[in-house]
């Protein structure tokens, strides 16, 4: 089945770590984001990339670090200097073309404590 | 004026009313236009595109007014299963910026027995 798939559903990690999610698609999509969701609020994008080996700043990038070394894999490193990493992480791709509609993995749940 | 907003709700509605959802976006060159569902604690799914000549999804129909930057989505025959927070998204950006959607905060629908 073609799909998006985050990995794990839930993570708890101490304040001062670094903790890395991980997102893969075999969508053959170019485009993938990160966004981050805190309740009752809408989703902020944090990075995002539209081709292998080059990613840009979204909204929130403080904190945060990606890679895109793989068109399939488009990990998100949630780092020490993030103030308040605790959130649910939304991974998404796209085709890249009109009319850009993005399509979601099931999320990650990350609680720091 | 926020890019993209929506009435937060919740709409209480009873099974087999009809409710409409409205949403105005501040950028005028705006080019794409969705509705996508999203369950408690779950990801955002695309529920539909919308279109300048309004479109239509069984139960569900959207429309498009770009004059007035104001989106719509009307839901007949309400079910349980519609209760869901509806989000109205817009690409924000025109050229390569068309990669990035913006998101409303969502409109909460529950349907009631």
């Known amino acids: 089945d073609g799909g998006i798939t985050q990995s794990p559903k839930y993570l708890f990690r101490k304040e001062g770590q670094n903790v890395t999610l991980s997102c893969e698609q075999n969508l053959n999509h170019d485009a993938m984001y990160w966004y981050r969701q805190d309740p009752g609020q809408g989703l902020r994008l944090i990075y995002y990339?539209?081709?292998?080996?080059?990613?840009q700043k979204g909204d929130i990038a403080e904190g945060y670090s990606v890679s895109r070394e793989k068109k399939e894999s488009f990990p998100l490193t949630v780092t020490s200097a993030q103030k308040n990493p605790t959130a649910f992480y939304l991974c998404?791709?796209?085709?890249?073309?009109?009319?850009?509609?993005?399509?979601f993995g099931p999320g990650t749940r990350l609680t720091v404590t | 004026r926020k890019e993209v907003e929506q009435d937060p709700g919740p709409f209480n509605v009873p099974e087999g009313a009809t409710v409409a959802f409205n949403c105005t976006y501040s950028?005028?060159?705006?080019?794409?236009f969705f509705w996508y569902r999203q369950d408690c604690r779950k990801e955002p799914k695309l529920l539909m595109s919308?279109?300048?000549s309004g479109n239509e999804d069984g139960r569900f129909t959207a429309q498009l007014n770009r004059a007035s930057q104001y989106i719509s989505l009307l839901i007949r025959d309400s079910k349980l299963s519609d209760s869901a927070t509806y989000l109205c998204?817009?690409?924000?950006?025109?050229?390569?910026?068309?990669?990035?959607?913006?998101f409303g905060k969502g409109t909460k629908l529950s349907v009631i027995p």
């Open positions: 950028n005028s060159a705006s080019q794409s």
């Open positions: 998204v817009v690409n924000s950006l025109p050229g390569a910026g068309s990669y990035q959607l913006t």
């Open positions: 919308v279109y300048s």
């Open positions: 990339s539209q081709i292998v080996n080059d990613f």
């Open positions: 998404a791709s796209a085709k890249g073309n009109f009319p850009y509609e993005q399509y």
